[in-house]
């Protein structure tokens, strides 16, 4: 074996003395902890020792995620499924409709084979209730028939309905702002880590973290054909505040720890973090249940999305690069010793 090598699997092993202290050391919480039987203990043993392996998982992941958004902009031309409010198109609001959505819908789509036709319900205070009609229509032709045909089939005045336009090229400007607005906020995150920090690798595993969260979840949402509005845009720029949130607990816990080792900091920054996203992923599920609207809706559905997503991209992820640094630096600071 050579002096390197050597070098290398001695301060290997003065980590893991540190991490994993012996029986005379260990306090009765880690030793309740040691003691574990059946899955869970397997599973903290494989989270504890083969942490490399799990982070290929998290990549591979964030890969497919690219593989994946590049596949749909390359079949449709865009990264994303775009709604009317982005892409541009026509929405009729119907009041006290005579035709449930389905059948409205169904009804549309003969009439229009061409066209990405959609109906929602929105239910309103007590009994009431009405439906709105998003088409990708822009041409003031195809407008009128739409309005025309709605108004026939479910026989209609001029005061049960009415139609909002959004132009094909102010719909792609507003999508392009609102890209914009998303890069920016992911540039002065970055800064901010940055800023924080001071050391480039702990800071770079907090952006790859929130990179993966938001490549991801994009990925998931394109798979679901889900059709992303304004409020969508929205969702995306609070994940990104959510996802850091947990990163910069994390990493502020094992680079400011005072006592303790390494491991009892991480499983002490994931009770703390778990605890908070399981808590934000219940409070979104209640908001996706009781919800009327469906651009509340949309953004919750993204966020619970991404706050999932976002359990492995920082406890498997973030913390293997973190760990990974910190045996790199204690096996240089042995070197030099």
């Known amino acids: 074996m050579s002096k390197k090598r050597q070098r290398r699997e001695k301060a290997r092993q003065k980590y893991m003395k540190d991490a994993f202290k012996t029986e005379k050391e260990v306090s009765k919480p880690e030793k309740a902890i040691k003691e574990r039987e059946g899955i869970l203990g397997k599973l903290q043993s494989v989270y504890e020792k083969d942490y490399k392996k799990l982070m290929i998982l998290t990549f591979l992941m964030l890969i497919l995620g690219f593989v994946q958004i590049g596949y749909q902009t390359a079949t449709t031309g865009d990264f994303v499924s775009k709604g009317v409010s982005l892409k541009g198109g ?57 309005e025309s045909v709605i108004v026939e089939q479910l026989g209609l005045s001029s005061e049960d309905y009415s139609i909002s336009f959004v132009g094909s090229s102010l719909g792609s400007n507003f999508f392009r702002q ?87 900091s991480i499983y002490s920054s994931a009770k703390t973090g778990l605890t908070m996203t399981i808590t934000s992923i219940a409070a979104v599920t209640v908001a996706i249940m009781l919800s009327q609207s469906e651009a509340l809706r949309q953004i919750m559905v993204i966020l619970l999305i991404g706050l999932i997503i976002d359990i492995p991209n920082t406890w498997i992820q973030n913390t293997g690069i973190l760990r990974w640094y910190i045996e790199r630096r204690s096996e240089k600071e042995d070197e030099q010793a």
Do not use: C
């Not at 449930?100 to 239910?123: M, N, Y």
């Not at 979840?217 to 949130?245: E, H, R, W």
């Open 90 to 146: 026509v929405t009729v609001t119907i009041t006290d409709p005579s035709m449930d959505a389905p059948e409205l819908e169904e009804f549309l789509e003969s009439s229009f084979p061409d066209k990405d036709i959609i109906v929602r319900t929105l239910a309103g205070l007590g009994d009431s209730r009405s439906l709105t009609v998003e088409a990708d229509i822009t041409d003031n032709n195809e407008v009128s028939r739409l």
């Open 178 to 264: 609102t890209i914009i607005a998303v890069i920016v906020a992911f540039i002065a995150m970055a800064i901010v880590v940055f800023a924080y920090f001071r050391v480039p690798i702990p800071s770079i595993a907090v952006i790859i973290s929130a990179l993966s969260d938001i490549v991801v979840t994009i990925a998931v949402i394109n798979m679901l054909g889900i059709k992303i509005s304004t409020g969508g845009i929205a969702a995306l720029l609070m994940l990104i505040g959510y996802s850091v949130d947990t990163d910069i607990l994390l990493t502020t816990r094992l680079f400011k720890r005072k006592e303790g080792t390494l491991q009892q």
